[in-house]
């Protein structure tokens, strides 16, 4: 596997490696207000190789930066093209892996990225998981308070599936908490987690921060983050990853060409 990635990343040519956005919506009218970049593999010879298998792959084999600059580069210019196309403020959150944060180039990498494809730094959110903050490094917290220096925001993912980042949400550079999705599979159905989803709302509130809920899958779903005042919303009630083509014809105000 490693020899494959090796080679999907070498050159301009880059085999099967796609990236694809997943609309993040605001739950009281379904209007997308961000997306999320997700890296997919298409191995010519294999199933599609999920992130969870080649990702720690890319680690291990010192091939995290070159997919890391593949995703970066690819998430800038396709939000672009959307926020363009679509008439929308967006914002672009692109997922982080520890080794790749714990480079000392990788701030001015990003930097320099954004500014290759003109998607603001503004408008872009860094996304770290719990076990990323579990084994935070002072190297990997000083790159996320220099790229919060130049505008970008940080989001913790998964956020509510360890015991760590509780504590540590008023010492890291956290501007958003994206809530695992096993929260909001059961607020349907669980009055104690329906109370629970609106204490940490509470929390978030409290500490200045934005909460995105994960893993939205139906209506009713959908109608409880609304009640409860959730922000922001993402799942495949609202979209699954798709090519950026397919979101701009899906999102696009009438008469634009896309």
Known sequence: MARDLAAALAGGCVG????????????ADGAVAGVEALVGWHHPERVPVSPAEFVPVAEAEGLVGPLGAFVWTAACRDARTLS????????????VSGRELDDPHFPDRVLATLAATGWPAGQTVVEVTESLVEAESARSVTALHALRGHGLRVAIDDFGTGYSALAR???LPTDYLKLDGSFV?????????????????ALADALDLVLIAEGVETEEQARVLTTLGCPFAQ???????????????????AGVPV
């Open 84 to 95: 363009e196309t679509t008439g929308r403020r967006l914002f672009l959150t692109v997922n």
């Open 169 to 171: 949400l008023d010492t």
């Open 235 to 253: 799942g495949y009630l609202y979209g699954r990853p798709q090519p950026v083509a397919e979101l701009v014809a899906r999102f696009a105000p």
């Open 16 to 27: 099967g490696l796609s990236v694809h956005l997943q609309p993040i919506v605001t739950p």
């Open 185 to 201: 599979s059961s607020i349907t159905t669980s009055t104690r987690r329906a109370r629970l989803l609106r204490s940490v709302m």
